[in-house]
């Protein structure tokens, strides 16, 4: 049986190209930690997505628990994304930036807002308008800040 040698620039560059497709695989954010963003409305919970279901849209890679959540979203996106992309919508209203989490949520006049904690729901509900008014007249600005995860 023949031996066959790798030369060294030949392994080099395997090892290369598998770095590189690993980080090209990782280069898009998964959205609302793998959660389904469609399952809000039609199931009204947080539903973790599937990774065999899943779409990248706008630089981040969403997750949905079936394939026809899928296409739902394909079909509209505008519609089922979080509002102020991800960030807590009681947080923009002071604004501040704080990460939302997918767990504490609200749909309100169709839209999904999240919040950075089990309190912000609460809030939203007892006066919903001006929240949304607050955090919309705020976004611009809060928008610009820094991601504080990654300061």
Same mark, same amino acid.
């Given at each position: 049986?023949?031996?066959?040698?790798?030369?060294? /620039?030949?392994?080099?560059?395997?090892?290369?190209?598998? !770095?590189?497709?690993?980080? !090209?695989?990782?280069?898009? *954010? /998964?959205?609302?930690?793998?959660?389904?963003?469609?399952?809000?409305?039609?199931?009204?919970?947080?539903?973790?997505?599937? @990774?065999?279901?899943?779409? *990248? =849209?706008?630089?981040? !890679?969403?997750?949905? #628990?079936?394939?026809?959540?899928? *296409?739902?979203?394909?079909?509209?996106? @505008?519609?089922?994304?979080?509002?102020?992309?991800?960030?807590? #919508?009681?947080?923009?209203?002071?604004?501040?930036?704080?990460?939302?989490?997918? @767990?504490? =949520?609200?749909?309100?006049?169709?839209?999904?807002?999240?919040? $950075?904690?089990?309190? $912000?729901?609460?809030?939203?509900? #007892?006066?919903? #308008?001006?929240?949304?008014?607050?955090?919309?007249?705020?976004?611009?600005?809060?928008?610009?800040?820094?991601?504080?995860?990654?300061?």
């Amino acid at each position: 049986m023949k031996r066959f040698r790798i030369s060294p /620039i030949l392994a080099g560059c395997v090892g290369l190209l598998a !770095l590189l497709s690993s980080t !090209l695989v990782q280069a898009a *954010e /998964i959205a609302l930690k793998g959660y389904d963003p469609v399952a809000y409305f039609t199931d009204h919970r947080a539903t973790p997505g599937n @990774e065999q279901y899943q779409y *990248e =849209w706008d630089g981040s !890679l969403y997750r949905f #628990a079936s394939a026809r959540h899928l *296409e739902m979203f394909k079909a509209d996106p @505008e519609h089922y994304l979080p509002q102020y992309k991800n960030w807590c #919508a009681a947080s923009v209203a002071k604004g501040v930036k704080v990460y939302g989490d997918p @767990e504490h =949520w609200l749909v309100v006049d169709d839209r999904l807002y999240l919040f $950075g904690g089990p309190a $912000g729901p609460d809030l939203m509900k #007892a006066d919903p #308008a001006a929240m949304k008014s607050k955090a919309d007249t705020n976004w611009p600005a809060v928008s610009q800040l820094p991601d504080p995860s990654r300061q």
